[in-house]
């Protein structure tokens, strides 16, 4: 975790600066990709509202955590901001749990949620979330007979603390608050440049 700047200033600075700059020429790129994998790319909305949909979505991000993981902006701007604070793990852990629930294959089940645990939940797991030990230990009894929920109690606490942690700290970050003014001028401005309803008479 990025906690102080005394312990990793040239890095952290680095990230914040490059998260900065990623974000604030998007709205003039119509695609941007992240180094995340399956995390997914910004994508726009329909050519004749690319704006407007974009400056919106990213407006919507603040009004509660659930529109921010809704959105594939949104989950890929916060990816790019939990980098620069080394917490990614979080993220991709809550991400990989969603999929993990839309597996039906009783054999892939099995075989994802191991994988899912070794990278992320069982101790000096080189992804490993910050969990209680209680919820470890529950979580790896549920990996005995795998259901689409065994990571359910691991992931609600997860999300619980982005959202209370993380997610006001991405709200309050320079490189949202530049990129949300931006987004709120250009809706404004794409409001006002709307071509006035004819008159009929």
């Known amino acids: 975790m990025c906690r102080t700047l005394a312990a990793f200033p040239t890095t952290c600075l680095e990230r914040a600066k490059e ?17 995340s994998g399956s995390i997914g790319k910004f994508e726009w909305g329909s050519k004749h509202s690319k704006e407007r949909s974009f400056s919106e979505d990213v407006l919507g991000w603040r009004e509660s955590f659930d529109l921010l993981l809704s959105s594939k902006n949104g989950v890929a701007a916060f ?3 939990l980098k620069t604070e080394f917490s990614e793990e979080n993220l991709e852990f ?5 999929e993990f629930k839309k597996i039906r294959s009783a054999t892939k089940l099995a075989s994802k949620a191991h994988r899912i645990f070794d990278e992320f939940i069982c101790s000096e797991a080189p992804k ?6 209680e919820t470890r230990e529950l979580t790896r009894t549920n990996l005995q007979a795998a259901t689409a929920s065994c990571f359910d109690v691991a992931q609600g606490k ?11 700290r991405f709200l309050k970050s320079p490189a949202y608050q530049d990129l949300a003014a931006q987004a709120l001028a250009s809706s404004t401005s794409a409001s006002s440049s709307s071509p006035a309803e004819p008159s009929h008479t």
């Open 19 to 35: 998260f900065k700059t990623r974000l604030g020429i998007f709205l003039h790129k119509s695609e941007l990709g992240f180094d």
């Open 79 to 81: 990816h790019a901001f």
């Open 94 to 98: 809550w991400l990989a749990c969603e």
């Open 128 to 133: 490993e979330v910050n969990i209680d030990h």
């Open 158 to 168: 997860t999300r619980t603390l982005m959202e209370k942690d993380s997610y006001p």
